[in-house]
């Protein structure tokens, strides 16, 4: 088994990409639905640079509980 920082890391790098690009459309369709207008290539590039942030962040706390939940369930189902 991985120790438990590299798992978080992995687990982290695998959701990043998805997680930005989702936050990055829904960020970018409520902003053109506020604007009513389709957004420019620089606030487009802005929103993915929010959306990246976000995601790392969010991609970081989401794998860290879910690798720190699996550490207790391996615990519990060996006995220790």
């Not at 053109?32 to 802005?46: I, P, V, Y």
Request: aromatic share 10%; glycine share 6%.
């Amino acid at each position: 088994m991985l120790p438990f920082e590299v798992a978080v890391i992995v687990l982290a790098v695998l959701i990043f990409l998805p997680t930005t690009k989702l936050i990055w459309v829904w960020s970018v369709r409520r902003l053109e639905r506020k604007l009513q207008r389709q957004l420019t290539e620089d606030e487009r590039a802005g929103q993915l640079n929010r959306a990246r942030f976000i995601g790392a962040i969010i991609a970081l706390v989401f794998s860290w509980g879910f690798n720190t939940h699996l550490q207790l369930v391996m615990e519990r189902v060996s006995g220790g």
